[in-house]
């Protein structure tokens, strides 16, 4: 019997996060009907991760794998998922719980964040459109850069005026920065492109500022259940189960 994959979002008060959060695992379900696939939460929604898996013990099942659902390994990845299995480790010893890897860095996210702005009619040969690329932030700085990046790697690939990172909190620069920036490159007309896998509260806050500074900017969708971000929870969870069976073989990223 494979063990269940358990997929935990951080949570959020906008119900369409938790709902986007449920579609994304419809996807996973439906590229492997085999697996028992259970979506969980860190706070804010609900079920909790304790209860999903004190559920997934209850139906007999000895070992689950957790896949957190995010995008670099910021506080959340570091201390709230640990503390969260530890604490079910606590309750239930003989219950193995394995956590895999965030979800990136990895190319499926550039690729998924990248037709998602695709999807909105945006062309590569703009030289007058500047990009912002809007992500949370974090206190982590690996975690920006991993936004920052693709940014550039986006820059490189294209004609326009610049694309450039943004963030909703915590890192530099915000939004009027990189709006700022991308004028000064000679941008004219200015997309927001989605780091983020659902809608909510940070993201909303983006959309507010760049209309704010840019007028009407082209919207970008989240990542949500793109089949590229679908295929990378699955590859988490394989690796995981890889490294539980051969540790040396897999270490793990820091």
Same mark, same amino acid.
């Given at each position: ?11 959020? *008060? ?110 590569? %040969? ?45 890192? %530099? ?34 959309? *507010? ?46």
């Amino acid at each position: 019997m494979n063990a269940p994959l358990v997929a935990v979002a951080h949570g959020s *008060r906008d119900p369409r996060s938790a709902a986007t959060i449920h579609a994304l695992m419809d996807v996973v379900r439906a590229m492997r009907p085999d697996l028992d696939v259970r979506t969980a939460f860190l706070d804010l929604s609900a079920p909790r991760l304790g209860d999903v898996l004190g559920a997934v013990h209850g139906d007999g099942h000895r070992e689950a794998v957790v896949v957190p659902l995010l995008l670099g390994r910021a506080f959340h990845a570091r201390v709230d998922v640990p503390a969260a299995v530890a604490d079910v480790q606590q309750r239930l010893p003989r219950f193995r719980v394995h956590t895999s890897d965030v979800l990136g860095p990895d190319s499926r996210l550039d690729e998924a964040a990248w037709e998602r702005l695709a999807q909105t009619g945006v062309r590569a %040969d703009d030289p007058e459109l500047g990009v912002v690329l809007a992500g949370a932030g974090s206190s982590h700085d690996p975690a920006n850069r991993l936004v920052a990046d693709v940014a550039a790697r986006w820059q490189a690939r294209t004609s326009w005026a610049g694309a450039v990172a943004a963030f909703a909190a915590a890192a %530099d620069p915000d939004v009027p920065a990189a709006v700022a920036d991308l004028r000064a490159r000679g941008a004219r007309r200015f997309a927001v492109a989605s780091w983020f896998l659902a809608p909510g509260l940070l993201p909303d806050r983006i959309i *507010r500022l760049a209309r704010e500074h840019t007028g009407e900017p082209v919207l970008a969708e989240p990542m949500a259940d793109h089949p590229g971000v679908a295929e990378l929870v699955l590859q988490r969870y394989a690796d995981a189960l890889a490294a539980a069976s051969h540790p040396a073989e897999y270490p793990r990223a820091q």
